[in-house]
């Protein structure tokens, strides 16, 4: 069975954060998450960047971390790709020759790869793929 999480970056400092996602009524995007306050939990919503959500794929990379949507890989070939939620699925994409990008792997090898960052704070990792 899957866990489903999601991370994001909160909208007043930045920082990632990991949970529930869920939208309110007035259009904010919140990460839900629950906080250990000496042994009394409670609930936090904290508003983040809708352009920053990605899913926990369920996987972790061959480090032991765990993949999320916008993640990028490398193979043991060097070669860095984009880890995108697809219509119905995970997959591993670079870009094609109009800067879009394209399939080429599904999640399912993403198991045999490396985290090395991720779209928002590493985009450069991208460039040239």
């Known amino acids: 069975m899957r866990e489903y999480k999601f991370r994001a970056k909160r909208i007043d400092n930045g920082e990632w954060v990991y949970g529930y ?35 926990y794929t ?20 060097g070669i860095n790709m984009l880890v995108k939620y697809i219509n119905t699925g995970f997959y591993l994409c670079r870009k094609n020759t109009n800067g879009e990008y394209s399939k080429i792997s599904n999640w399912r090898n993403l198991q045999t790869k490396e985290v090395i960052g991720n779209i928002y ?6 460039k040239g793929e």
Do not use: H, M
Not at 121 to 126: S, T, V
């Open 121 to 126: 704070n590493n985009p450069e990792l991208l």
């Open 21 to 55: 996602y869920w939208t309110n009524e007035n259009g904010n995007y919140f990460i839900r998450k629950t906080v250990d306050l000496n042994g009394c939990f409670t609930i936090e919503d904290i508003e983040v960047d809708p352009n920053t959500v990605g899913q």
């Open 58 to 77: 369920g996987l972790k990379d061959k480090n032991g971390v765990e993949i999320y949507e916008g993640d990028i890989v490398k193979d043991a070939w």
